[in-house]
């Protein structure tokens, strides 16, 4: 059984940051590409970043460009997603996904899911 779950989410002021975590498990981490996305109230659930299987390439929207940072450690199947310069417009519940390869971008290529974090950035 698959589970992914997320954590390091919360209340921040804008400018602040947050260092998002997602622990899986019941995969072969290592062979999965993994990804991070947002849905804000309203809104659909947007890519943020992903990263393919030995972190070497990494690929984000180009709003978090030059902000955020996604990483991972295989050894302990683990993906993070480290959040810098906070705005109000990053507020949203974040999840990570996995998927084995196809477009990172499409959230409907992704085979698991986590149940996300609630980040929010007060102005």
């Known amino acids: 059984q698959v589970q992914m779950v997320e954590s390091g989410g919360g209340l921040v002021q804008a400018g602040g940051s947050l260092r998002l975590s997602c622990a899986a498990s019941g995969l072969a981490f290592s062979n999965y590409v993994m990804g991070w996305f947002r849905q804000s109230p309203g809104k659909e659930r947007e890519f943020v970043a992903a990263?393919?299987?030995?972190?070497?390439?990494?690929y984000y929207t180009d709003s978090v460009k030059g902000r955020f940072t996604i990483s991972r450690d295989n050894a302990k199947n683990t993906v993070y997603l480290q959040m810098n310069s906070l705005n109000p417009e990053d507020t949203a519940v974040y999840y990570c996904a996995a998927q084995i390869d196809g477009t990172y971008s499409r959230r409907s290529e992704y085979h698991y899911w986590g149940q996300g974090t609630q980040v929010t950035v007060s102005s």
């Open positions: 990263i393919r299987w030995s972190g070497m390439r990494t």
